[in-house]
């Protein structure tokens, strides 16, 4: 059944594939993990805030994130976007964003749930007696939070993060649906032109198993070794 | 802002003649909860067999569910369908990839086995944690009382395990729920994509998205009430309820 398979396809396009599409994919995973990170956690002091005016709209983003497929959510953005960009710079028309900037900004907010998610409970598992003594030796909130908490959070959370970087690896693959050369759109690309699909789409599998697996590894050593011994 | 809002949208005829946009809307709907519901019932059989063979005091058994694990979680299910539905049909006899590429509905069978395989995969991660929580004591009790170990599975630790994991296990429905949204790729007529269609012929962006969102966020409340209350009904006595795992999609 692999008689009549080219691997030859595979070779003639491995520039394309990693230079222009796997640069993108990686790039929009690095970027998106950050940003989500960094929002995620506003998020999350938001949503265990005492006031309500804070706590309910991060809920009420984080459950509408949550309900709704990635796929529904690449649409919303990608549409939206460009209104979102006239409002905030004042332009009279809708401001055109590149896939990759609309992209970034749909991962971004999209993943910053999900990761909200993660650093709430890292910072519920930190006892409620250092806030206090945080408190007791004059720490204003953000210094208990950004000398205290969040630190020992983030150690907590990291292979949960990092597992979640690795999904958000994965899902950059749906960029598919606004036919965006990522990786999977590069391979889909070259399957279309030359009529290779079966090895185009085995050698694009095989490069994202490799990929998460060598990852999920590599999580897994990383999670023994910045457990805090207690 | 010159966009034009029109709400009025949703009960136009649609390029199909027929039906009105809502209309539409809602024959996604149905084919959105048809796939998911098929692929949850596929996901759970292979889930809980793999699961199980994870927990067995067989070693090469337990590494074959491994493999299985590692192999549909670190490929992204968009890949996954199109291998089922690109790739599968070459690799076969001929005969056998031709009848696979005619059958009607071919979209909606690929995505449901692939959504299946994909989910039976984190099942099987909840069915083994499940009964990896279980004290030792119950499969030592068990296998003493004489029964065998599909016995011993069978009527003491997988009825507990499945109460244990309900909520975590209600997750993952919903993740089914909306990762079904991925076939609209292999041209299935699902919610999204019918959702993406309206906005193609209509020109009326926001209020297709917008629609399909409420439709999901309602299918999302029902099914957690509705879990919410077998799992009140099902809650193990005397335990403090299985902590619900990360939520992932």
């Known amino acids: ?230 | 802002m010159n966009y034009h809002w029109n709400w009025g949208i949703f009960f136009q005829t649609s390029p199909d003649g027929v039906h009105t946009y809502l209309e539409t809307l809602f024959m996604g709907t149905g084919w959105t909860l048809l796939t998911a519901l098929s692929a949850w019932i596929l996901a759970l059989a292979l889930g809980s067999l793999v699961g199980v063979a994870r927990t067995t005091p067989y070693v090469w058994l337990a590494r074959l569910g491994d493999a299985y694990v590692e192999l549909f979680r670190d490929i992204p299910l968009l890949v996954q369908m199109f291998l089922w539905y690109f790739v599968l049909p070459e690799l076969l006899p001929t005969d056998l990839g031709d009848w696979l590429k005619q059958l009607p509905d071919a979209s909606f069978y690929t995505a449901v086995v692939a959504l299946g395989f994909y989910t039976s995969a984190r099942v099987s991660e909840q069915v083994r944690a499940g009964i990896s929580s279980l004290a030792r004591g119950q499969r030592f009790a068990g296998l003493a009382l004489g029964l065998t170990l599909p016995q011993t599975y069978l009527y003491v630790l997988l009825p507990m395990a499945y109460r244990i994991i309900l909520p975590p296990l209600t997750s993952e429905f919903l993740n089914v729920i909306k990762n079904s949204a991925v076939a609209l790729t292999i041209g299935l007529l699902e919610l999204t994509a019918r959702a993406r269609a309206m906005q193609e012929m209509s020109f009326q962006v926001f209020e297709a998205f917008t629609a399909a969102t409420v439709i999901y966020i309602i299918i999302n409340i029902a099914v957690t009430f509705g879990m919410r209350w077998v799992e009140r009904n099902t809650a193990v006595p005397g335990l403090i309820g299985a902590a619900p795992a990360l939520a992932t999609h």
């Open chain 1, 1 to 230: 059944m692999f008689a009549d398979f080219d691997f030859d396809v595979i070779i003639r396009s491995l520039p394309y594939l990693f230079y222009d599409g796997m640069t993108f994919t990686l790039m929009l995973t690095a970027l998106a993990t950050t940003g989500g990170i960094i929002f995620g956690t506003a998020l999350a002091m938001m949503r265990l805030s005492s006031f309500a005016s804070l706590s309910l709209p991060a809920a009420a983003y984080v459950n509408l994130m949550r309900s709704v497929p990635l796929v529904l959510m690449i649409f919303w953005f990608y549409f939206l976007v460009p209104y979102i960009g006239q409002w905030v710079t004042g332009a009279s028309r809708p401001i055109q964003v590149g896939a990759f900037a609309s992209s970034l900004v749909t991962f971004t907010l999209f993943e910053a749930a999900y990761f909200c998610e993660i650093m709430r409970a890292g910072i519920q598992s930190i006892s409620r007696g250092q806030v206090a003594a945080a408190q007791a030796l004059g720490m204003t909130y953000a210094q208990t939070m950004g000398y205290i908490v969040l630190p020992q959070a983030f150690r907590n959370m990291l292979p949960v993060l990092l597992t979640q970087t690795i999904i958000l690896f994965q899902d950059t693959s749906l960029v598919y649906v606004l036919s965006i050369t990522d990786f999977l759109g590069a391979a889909s690309k070259i399957a279309e032109r030359d009529g290779r699909l079966v090895e185009m789409y085995l050698f694009a599998a095989l490069v994202y198993f490799v990929i998460s697996f060598v990852a999920s590894l590599l999580v897994r050593r990383l999670q023994s070794r910045v457990a805090i011994i207690r």
